[in-house]
């Protein structure tokens, strides 16, 4: 059994977000702390459809994020465990904190789009 302990990931920050992460077996393991609001509607731009395409589950711990679908959307909030079906947007609140499990594979894509759209925000343009 993979294991890993939230005191042994080092964070990354984003500016908007904290996130920390590490791989289990295939799945990615997010713990994401939101320090400003977060539309992920700008950071899923050049995906097909500009949308989510990786399944996600997880808890959130504190704070609430709505995700949205193509016919309506969810909100989840303190102490709600979700699964994240393909084909979502979500946003954040400011203070949501979240541990989420997703594909290594599948988030490795998306992980590419965001990264890519947070250097084009940022002004260094594309890698």
Same mark, same amino acid.
């Given at each position: 059994?993979?294991?890993?302990?939230?005191?042994?990931?080092?964070?990354? %920050?984003?500016?908007?977000?904290?996130?920390?992460?590490?791989?289990? %077996?295939?799945?990615?393991?997010?713990?994401?702390?939101?320090?400003?609001?977060? %539309?992920?509607?700008?950071?899923?731009?050049?995906?097909?459809? =500009?949308?989510?395409?990786?399944?996600?589950? +997880?808890?959130?711990?504190? +704070?609430?994020?709505?995700? !949205?679908?193509?016919e309506?959307?969810?909100?989840? +909030?303190? +102490? %709600?465990?979700?699964?994240?079906?393909?084909?979502?947007?979500?946003?954040y609140?400011?203070?949501? !904190?979240?541990?989420?499990?997703?594909?290594?594979?599948?988030?490795?894509?998306? =992980?590419?789009a965001?990264?890519?759209?947070?250097?084009?925000?940022?002004?260094?343009?594309?890698?």
């Amino acid at each position: 059994m993979a294991t890993t302990s939230p005191s042994n990931l080092e964070p990354a %920050d984003f500016g908007q977000v904290e996130i920390a992460t590490t791989e289990l %077996d295939g799945y990615t393991v997010n713990l994401l702390h939101v320090k400003q609001p977060v %539309d992920m509607s700008i950071m899923l731009r050049g995906l097909p459809g =500009d949308i989510c395409h990786c399944p996600h589950w +997880g808890v959130v711990t504190e +704070g609430r994020m709505t995700v !949205r679908y193509a016919e309506h959307e969810e909100v989840v +909030g303190a +102490g %709600d465990v979700f699964y994240m079906p393909p084909g979502h947007v979500p946003t954040y609140d400011i203070g949501t !904190r979240l541990i989420q499990f997703s594909p290594t594979e599948e988030m490795r894509i998306v =992980d590419e789009a965001i990264m890519r759209n947070h250097r084009l925000l940022a002004g260094a343009g594309p890698a």
